[in-house]
């Protein structure tokens, strides 16, 4: 078989079971057209995971410095009276810190991000929908 037989079936073959088809506004001025929704955003899910990653970083804010002064007193006090452990101890309470503070970063990120996702995500719909309904668009589509 050639290349371009090969071609002709393959394409042939791969829309076999392929069809279109467009959505519309539904003449009542209704939400959107056709059949069942592919993509959705739950507004509760949205909420509830920004609510938990809002939580978060209450908690780890408070939680997360509990043991600062002590291992930074420990560090110093040891690192004077000649231990090495000293040093050892302040580097880990630094990594902490740097840790502590992406993860808080993240957390914010996450809250703040879904946040927005969800507002944005209303006002989209709505602008998408005032646009269909006063577009003459729907006139061709029906």
Request: with cysteine; charged share 15%; proline share 1%.
């Amino acid at each position: 078989m050639s290349f371009d037989q090969e071609w002709v079936s393959t394409r042939s073959a791969s829309t076999v079971n392929v069809s279109m088809r467009l959505n519309q506004v539904e003449p009542s001025g209704g939400g959107g057209g056709g059949g069942g929704a592919d993509l959705g955003v739950n507004q509760d899910q949205l909420g509830a995971l920004g609510s938990a990653a809002f939580k978060l970083h209450g908690q780890l804010s408070a939680d997360g410095k509990h043991a600062e002064a002590s291992t930074t007193e420990a560090g110093t006090t040891m690192t004077v009276n000649g231990f090495q452990t000293g040093a050892a101890i302040g580097t880990v309470q630094k990594t902490w810190t740097s840790q502590l503070k992406t993860l808080l970063d993240a957390c914010a990120h996450i809250s703040n991000h879904l946040d927005y996702t969800s507002a944005s995500h209303v006002n989209e719909e709505k602008d998408i929908q005032t646009a269909f309904r006063t577009s003459q668009i729907t006139e061709f589509l029906k």
